[in-house]
């Protein structure tokens, strides 16, 4: 089979697992069969992306697997739009994360989601999502992405709006898409300048022509990279367009492990790693990413030393994470940050699940102060959360301490010490809100959430009440009232065990979140490096000789840390100066980290509230009274000349003969007079 069949493979194989779930299944089908269903399409995709990853190997180095669906056109006289699909390093990169960690995510769900009743939709949304990602990432040129970006945007919202019935699930799945249409202006407003001065879209035609107009026209490329960048913050919920990631908790808590591991959040990183040669012949717009990524960075990790929503927690958690990324592509430390987003979706893939199998087994409890003592009741999920948070946290061994540490390295070799040190502080900042986190979600004893639901089996032997606070009957709906009463798929009282779907991901996912890091250790393997250096390398000039390694600002970045971490641990741990205050439930949270800097009621004073006033404005003055007056004048006056030519045609014979009569005068006098 010609590897550059595994391409369309990649890409439709999730989504004909959509349509087949949605033709072929209902609401009363066998949920083992619609679990198997929606898994097996993402893991054969999967398989797909291993053919193409070995397919891209066996090809001389600099040559890509391609596949040319359509020439969309004729567009500007003989112009065409390419579209069609490219197995390179970095689409096979992104694609394998997509469709490895996808799948487990899915695996997960057959437990997560066992009780709910829409367990069909859920399924066909979640190989929607799938689909929707990795057609962005396969496609061959801007256009492609551009069809990838919209679908990612409008499955993110079906799904963190999935528990329709209640209020703020589909508040916030409306918040996230109109945040994204934002963003996606940007972007195409970007693409509509590429094609406009390049006259193509396709990557492999657009890249290779960006150094010589950079020099006959700077301006031009440095305004294609500010508004791919705007584009870039909305999907990845950069500074200042975050503001939907931690609403998007609404949703259930293995799509936010979807979300913020392998699709939506890292659009924004494919696209600004994807265009690097356009950032490489831009300072500013370069300057632009790198800034915002470490500003991102540091927001997102203050933000998370104040949150009590294990959820909201890791979601700031993710927007700082992504900073770095961010940070790294825009400082010229591509392959790190590609690294990082390898490493990072497995450790935020583990910690989002743990949390899920938490909340599942605490009755929907998702405040950490409700918790404590978890570590006394259930070991594998006390294990699972500390490799996921030992990983977060940049720990000497694990894999986020090999990929972060490499980007705040070349970002300091690069001549950035002052982004440098951002992210130095940012990583301390993170080393103190893990511990904080797993200290008051573990340790001490067990709170009020833990001792009501937990009766000595733990996780494994969950009540199936898990999703009750998360997911409300769907009382209005009149399909639903009476089979739901009658459902066995209900919140019952029973117990069952997690099984294999539960445990396994989890599993997999701790294995990776420590032994990803062997692919980078610094100065011993390049994994990493060999692999990607085909694409980062084309368009740039490469030091030769072996890459120098900063052994000292290593140092730093772990002592930061640890100091950080010993810190935390001494404020909340048990007994510890912080804890009963943090655990203190009639305080209420309050203040500026709490309140995320008080972004949302910025915006919510400078945008929403002037928005509805002059919809307001419109809607109850201008729109009844002038728009509508006008409508109505008209027809007042089409009534009216109607009134008297209705008088004409009354009936009465005599009338109508003298208007004949009056007729025939007014012709005769107007040809006599002419």
């Known amino acids: 089979m010609p590897a550059e069949l595994f391409l369309p493979l990649i890409v439709f194989l999730p989504l004909l697992g959509a349509v087949l779930n949605m033709v072929f299944f209902n609401r009363h089908s066998s949920r083992l069969l619609i679990g198997l269903h929606a898994c097996g399409f993402v893991f054969l995709a999967f398989l797909a992306t291993l053919g193409a990853f070995k397919g891209l190997a066996d090809l001389p180095k600099g040559e890509a697997l391609q596949m040319t669906l359509a020439n969309w056109g ?138 010589e107009i950079a020099k006959v026209d700077p301006g031009i490329i440095t305004f294609i990279g500010l508004f791919l960048l705007w584009g870039a913050c909305a999907k990845s919920a ?31 990183v494919y696209l600004t790693a994807r265009s690097y040669p356009i950032y490489m012949a831009s300072e500013t717009a370069s300057m632009a990413l790198a800034t915002v990524g470490a500003l991102s960075a540091l927001f997102g990790a203050l933000c ?17 994470q992504i900073g770095y990324m961010m940070l790294g592509v ?32 605490l009755a929907g409890e998702q405040d950490i102060r409700r918790m404590g003592g978890l570590g006394k009741k259930d070991k594998f999920i006390w294990l699972m959360f500390l490799i996921g948070t030992l990983a977060l946290g940049g720990m000497p061994g694990f894999s986020g301490f090999f990929s972060k540490d490499e980007i705040l390295g070349e970002v300091l070799a690069n001549g950035h010490p002052v982004l440098w040190g951002i992210g130095v502080l940012t990583a301390g900042i993170t080393a103190f809100y893990c511990v904080r986190l797993f200290t008051l979600t573990f340790g001490g004893a067990p709170g009020p959430a833990v001792a009501a639901s937990y009766d000595g089996h733990g996780v494994h032997g969950h009540t199936d009440h898990g999703h009750e606070d998360e997911n409300e009957e769907y009382d209005e709906y009149d399909e639903y009232e009476e089979e739901e009463a009658h459902d066995d798929h209900g919140h019952g009282h029973g117990h069952h065990g997690g099984g294999i779907t539960m445990w396994l991901p989890l599993v997999v996912l701790a294995f990776l979140s420590v032994a990803a890091g062997v692919q980078g250790i610094p100065g011993v393997t390049h994994m990493v490096a060999d ?3 085909p694409y980062f390398n084309k368009f740039r000039e490469v030091p030769a000789g072996p890459h120098h390694v900063n052994f000292a600002a290593i140092g730093v970045v772990v002592a930061v840390s640890a100091i950080a971490a010993f810190v935390s641990y001494g404020l909340y741990r048990p007994g510890g100066s912080r804890r009963e205050a943090a655990l203190d439930m009639n305080r209420p949270a309050s203040g500026l980290l709490y309140s995320a800097f008080y972004v949302d009621d910025l915006y919510e004073a400078i945008l929403i509230r002037p928005a509805k006033w002059i919809s ?59």
């Open 74 to 211: 004729p567009l500007a006289g003989d112009k065409f739009i390419k579209i069609g699909f490219l197995g390179d390093q970095i689409s096979i990169w992104f694609a394998l994360v997509v469709t490895g960690v996808g799948f487990l995510i899915h695996m997960f769900s057959a437990w997560y989601m066992a009780d709910d009743i829409d367990f069909r939709r859920y399924f066909a949304k979640l190989n929607y999502f799938i689909f929707a990602m990795s057609l962005l990432v396969m496609a061959d040129g801007y256009a492609g992405l551009a069809m990838g970006w919209a679908n990612v945007g409008f499955a993110s919202y079906a799904l963190i709006g999935f528990w329709r019935t209640k209020e703020a699930p589909p508040a916030a799945a409306i918040k996230a898409f109109v945040t994204n249409l934002i963003g996606e202006l940007g972007l195409f407003v970007a693409i509509a300048a590429i094609w406009l001065k390049f006259g193509t879209l396709s990557y492999s035609e657009v890249f290779p022509k960006v150094g």
């Open 238 to 268: 950069q500074l200042p367009l975050h503001v939907w990631l931690p609403d998007a908790m609404q949703g259930p808590t293995s799509v936010s492990a979807l979300i913020h591991a392998a699709t939506m959040v890292t659009a924004g």
């Open 304 to 320: 998370a030393t104040c949150a009590y929503d294990i959820k909201r927690v890791l979601a700031f958690s993710t927007m700082s």
């Open 330 to 361: 825009g400082a010229g430390a591509f392959i790190p940050a590609m690294f990082h987003f390898q490493t990072h979706a497995f450790f935020k893939a583990l910690l989002f699940l743990t949390s899920g199998a938490i909340i599942h087994a």
């Open 531 to 533: 692999y990607l250096g």
């Open 616 to 674: 307001s404005v419109v809607g109850q003055g201008i729109d009844p009274n002038f728009v509508d007056g006008a409508v109505n004048g008209v027809a007042a006056v089409a009534d009216w000349i109607g009134g008297g030519v209705r008088t004409l045609h009354d009936g009465l014979i005599r009338r109508y003969a003298l208007s004949i009569v009056l007729g025939v005068v007014a012709f005769v006098a107007y040809f006599a007079w002419v």
